[in-house]
């Protein structure tokens, strides 16, 4: 790893750290990781002829934006729905009639490289609209060789392109046609995939689609006991459509997010407000289901939940990898406002995926992974909706996207030193 010093001035740096600020300074990187921020104009005594120096005055430097919540990996795709979508059908109604199954049956004849190809060309869209990482479900293959698959597949790309994936096994997506019973699933689930997963190291996280007529409350609980008793790390999909209890469940289980919260009730937002469960909330998601009530986002920031947004990714409910999506509709939808949306897609996304020591703020020793928005301030990026705003990203100190454009030779050298 080279140490070349970096500068990166901007009269708005949006550090994510405690004081959730906006300063008007410069960031000093070297090599892959971050050495200070300062306010003010470049210190003499921090300059130096060999430094790269990087003008963004007129822009505003954020973490590298960190994507919470992706269904990263599938085969085909489900533009078919769209018409039935239009005429009125509930996301349950599609569900019944292909949704998730469909997914699962395109992916099963997609190769590991046909997979691997697909998922790359969405993160190199991903990093343009400024992703530096990211969490990938399993989740469409649901039988133990296509489920293995993906998440190879996730550890490759990890390895193999710019933008850093954390991966979680999500078999828990829906009950697969070749079982007769959600029980006997489950048993497979816990008895032959989990310990083969854990065993090559293919996933950090566990994830339970926690829904009336998916899993119930006491399933999802009995999945979640045996994956933490194997090592894996919780989260659940929870109170998307019904309110279940999904929320309250994940605190008692001490998960590291409930996901969704489109329905969670009073009681367990009080519940989450006094844990460590992260709430990650998907606001693209209720726009494209054209669901009629977004995540109360607002009522659960002033109750103290930590809330993280997220892209949702996937075929059915969310076939968009621009982050920036979501954060328009947390704060067009959900009226939250440009600083919260911000410590939602870095810091809070960054303990969602339980990588908040190492990226998600600007501060010492942090990965120097940067986005730049082309906006003289945060109003800005939410005000000029509808394009993508980023024009510049930096992972791991290399700057792998230059004025919009991918630039291969960067990409490469983040790769060669990840
Ligand atoms: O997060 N809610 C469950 N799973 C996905 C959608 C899956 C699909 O429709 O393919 C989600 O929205
Ligand atoms: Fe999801």
Redesign the pocket.
């Known amino acids: 790893m080279s140490e070349k010093i970096q500068i990166f001035r901007s009269h708005q740096i949006y550090t994510a750290n405690k004081a959730n600020e906006l300063i008007d300074g410069y960031i000093m990187t070297s090599g892959d990781r971050i050495l200070a921020v300062y306010p003010g104009e470049v210190s003499p005594d921090h300059w130096n002829e060999a430094h790269v120096f990087h003008d963004f005055r007129g822009k505003t430097i954020t973490p590298g934006l960190v994507d919470s919540?992706t269904?990263l990996v599938h085969g085909g795709s489900r533009e078919h729905e769209l018409a039935l979508k239009l005429a009125g059908s509930s996301?349950m109604e599609l569900?019944l009639e292909g949704?998730?199954k469909s997914?699962v049956k395109q992916t099963r004849l997609a190769s590991f490289d046909e997979l691997l190809e697909k998922a790359h060309k969405t993160l190199l869209s991903m990093l343009l609209h400024g992703t530096t990482s990211l969490e990938a479900k399993s989740g469409y293959g649901l039988d133990k060789d296509t489920e293995l698959r993906v998440l190879k597949v996730n550890k490759k790309l990890d390895r193999t392109q710019a933008i850093s994936i954390v991966s979680t096994y999500m078999g828990a997506?829906d009950l697969p046609l070749e079982f007769s019973s959600n029980e006997e699933y489950i048993t497979f689930m816990i008895e032959e995939l989990m310990p083969a997963i854990k065993k090559e190291d293919l996933a950090t996280f566990c994830d339970i689609?926690c829904?009336e007529g998916i899993f119930s409350l006491e399933e999802t609980e009995k999945i979640a006991v045996a994956a933490k008793a194997l090592g894996f790390k919780i989260k659940i999909?929870a109170d998307?459509i019904a309110p279940l209890g999904g929320a309250g469940l994940a605190v008692d289980l001490g998960a590291v997010s409930a996901e969704?919260l489109m329905a969670i009730s009073d009681a367990d937002i009080e519940k989450m407000a006094a844990s460590d469960t992260v709430a990650v909330l998907?606001p693209a998601?209720t726009l494209f289901l054209r669901a009629e009530n977004f995540a109360p986002a607002r009522k659960m920031w002033e109750k103290g939940v930590k809330i993280a947004f997220a892209s949702?990714y996937?075929?059915?409910?969310?076939p968009c990898e621009n982050l920036q999506m979501a954060m328009d509709m947390a704060c067009l939808g959900m009226g939250m406002m440009p600083l919260e949306i911000l410590k939602g897609v870095t810091i809070n996304a960054a303990k969602a995926i339980c990588k908040e020591k190492e990226i998600g703020s600007l501060e010492k020793g942090k990965y120097a992974d940067l986005t730049i928005f082309d906006a003289k301030n945060v109003d800005y990026i939410f005000y000029h909706f509808g394009v993508n705003r980023v024009s510049d990203v930096f992972k791991q100190g290399r700057h792998v996207v230059h004025d919009g454009r991918l630039n291969l030779s960067e990409i490469q050298s983040c790769i060669m030193n990840k």
């Open positions: 919540h269904h996301y569900h949704g998730i997914t997506h689609f829904e999909h998307e969704h998907l998601t949702d996937n075929p059915g409910s969310s």
